[in-house]
């Protein structure tokens, strides 16, 4: 049973995991639950980040502190056990 929408948050949220792992497929239903409005592969020359989106990442990076990993951010949107 999925979890209730967290609150939105002013920031963007930063999710990692290796290609292949479910980021893209599962946008929408992150997107849902971290209430943002897009979803972003991250490209280094992107700028600025946007706050209503999920940025992918390919692996934990120290510029984003706060990244969440795909498996953890599966959990607590109630995807995954």
Do not use: C, W
Request: glycine residues 6%; without cysteine.
């Amino acid at each position: 049973m999925a979890k209730a929408k967290k609150k939105e948050q002013a920031q963007a949220v930063f999710i990692y995991g290796p290609p292949g792992v479910g980021k893209t497929k599962n946008a929408e239903a992150l997107m849902t639950h971290y209430g943002k409005k897009q979803a972003i592969d991250f490209d280094h020359d992107a700028k600025p980040i946007p706050d209503n989106a999920i940025i992918f990442l390919q692996e934990p990076s120290p510029n984003f502190p706060r990244a969440i990993a795909f498996a953890d951010a599966m959990r607590d949107a109630g995807l995954a056990e």
